[in-house]
């Protein structure tokens, strides 16, 4: 693999950084904010934004300036930015990562983000579970607000910016940003119908920009270093910059590897990760999170980038990149999956809340070797049933694992049926015997 500058891991990897004020300001920080306000119109760093090719590390991958550019420039009343650190996508642990080790590279991308979009006012949505990462945020932004890097009339500019940090209550649901802006309202976290979207009616109905924290740390960074030179890195013109993928599961070194997005899935799991924990070859992958489609080894050498992924037949997402070893039954693997989008499906459209829970019996009974003939295609039907017709893309993730599973490992769900069937066929074989019959078996053993 060739060597490459890491951007948002540099700090968090020096000796000795600790990720506080002095720090963060020792390796240049906060240089990106005083060059932009009040000297850089909000427009132009909207454009390069949109230059730089940035695209949502959230899970959809949009444009981040093109994002911006929606928010109506002309809008008297209150704009609001959202940093999305819910983080609940089984598999993804980067924004903890990053919101623990580094706080200032996202209140500093926070800051500027406002800027540009013209909000005064943004809240970080955490999930409840990060309580660590919930401290040292609201650490950072006390600091933040004593060195005048946050507040009113921020360096004499006239900017105003105020951070606010709000913790979840632990649902997947309220990662999905209309969820997210529900849930802020106070109101239960239930996806909104979209349109209206977030960019003219967010937050309060007001305009709102919704981003994911890895999103937002590298806007300072593209500030720095200008839109041409991020815009260079990764598989441009369409996938640019790096990414902080969360390697996992079966791997000798699982972890955090921030790489340029037209590394492959081969140097993460092989080399930096070490290659498989055993001697076991690999069997599968998860490339972006629960919500994609599993990967073979066929796979291994796709790149990383939003549209190589999406060719494969998967997406990238979240950026959490989940190994199995040969061995692993991808049943159970669907199964388990699919336990959790159950737990964590909200309830509002019929076809994910009901057809979650059917997809969850037929699967445990295919595993407890209870499965019919019919199973597969029910579970295809139900999937299909699913697909599309939710108010959000829960819907869509949640059938990820099993269409997946059923399309490569077929016959794993095959075999588990025959056995069931041979099951029963033996059961009836076995003669019950009557009352007399029993006394007489049990009389010739005493
Ligand atoms: C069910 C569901 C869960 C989601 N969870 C998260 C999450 O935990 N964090 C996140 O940043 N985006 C999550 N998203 C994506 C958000 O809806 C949204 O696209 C993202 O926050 C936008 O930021 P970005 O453009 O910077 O990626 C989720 C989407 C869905 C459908």
């Not at 490992?409 to 015997?433: F, G, H, T």
Request: hydrophobic letters at 35%; one cysteine or more.
């Amino acid at each position: 693999m060739k060597t490459f500058d890491k951007i948002l891991l540099t700090n968090m990897e020096r000796p000795g950084y600790t990720g506080s004020l002095p720090d963060y300001e020792g390796t240049g920080g906060y240089k990106a904010l005083k060059t932009v306000l009040g000297n850089v119109p909000p427009n132009d760093i909207i454009e390069m934004v949109k230059k730089s090719g940035l695209r949502g590390r959230g899970g959809a991958g949009f444009p981040t300036g093109v994002k911006w550019g929606f928010i109506p420039k002309d809008h008297p009343g209150p704009k609001y930015l959202c940093c999305n650190a819910d983080e609940s996508e089984p598999g993804t642990f980067k924004d903890r990562q990053l919101m623990e080790r580094n706080p200032h590279q996202i209140l500093e991308g926070i800051a500027i983000s406002c800027y540009a979009i013209g909000a005064q006012t943004a809240y970080i949505y955490i999930r409840g579970e990060f309580r660590l990462a919930t401290k040292i945020l609201e650490r950072a932004i006390t600091e933040a607000y004593q060195a005048g890097h946050l507040g009113s009339d921020i360096y004499g500019s006239g900017v105003t910016v105020y951070v606010y940090v709000h913790v979840g209550a632990g649902a997947y649901i309220c990662g999905e940003e209309t969820a997210l802006l529900e849930s802020l309202e106070g109101k239960r976290g239930k996806p909104r119908t979209k349109p209206p979207f977030p960019a003219t009616h967010g937050l309060y109905q007001k305009p709102t920009v919704v981003n994911n924290v890895e999103t937002l740390a590298n806007v300072p960074h593209i500030v720095n270093r200008g839109s041409e030179w991020f815009a260079s890195i990764g598989a441009p013109p369409k996938s640019t910059g790096t990414r902080v993928f969360c390697l996992s599961g079966h791997v000798k070194r699982p972890g955090n590897y921030e790489l340029p997005v037209n590394a492959t899935f081969r140097d993460l799991i092989y080399e930096l990760g070490g290659g498989m924990r055993s001697d076991k070859p690999l069997k599968a992958f998860i490339p972006g999170g629960a919500s994609a489609p599993f990967l073979t080894p066929d796979h291994v050498d796709v790149q990383l980038d939003f549209e190589s992924v999406a060719l494969a037949g998967s997406m990238s997402g979240s950026g959490g990149i989940t190994v199995m070893e040969e061995g692993t039954s991808m049943v159970w693997a669907a199964f388990r999956l699919m336990e959790f989008f159950y737990h964590e499906s909200c309830g509002k459209c019929t076809p994910c809340r009901e057809g979650s829970a059917w997809i969850v019996q037929i699967l445990q009974r295919i595993l407890n070797k209870q499965g019919r003939p019919e199973d597969l295609r029910t579970l295809a039907e139900i999937c299909e049933n699913i697909g599309g017709r939710t108010v959000c893309a829960f819907g869509d993730a949640e059938i990820a694992p099993v269409q997946s599973t059923l399309k490569y490992w077929r016959a794993e769900y095959e075999v588990l049926i025959e056995e069931a069937e041979a099951l029963k066929v033996s059961r009836k074989e076995i003669p019950v015997l009557s009352v007399a019959q029993a006394r007489e078996v049990e009389g010739s053993l005493s």
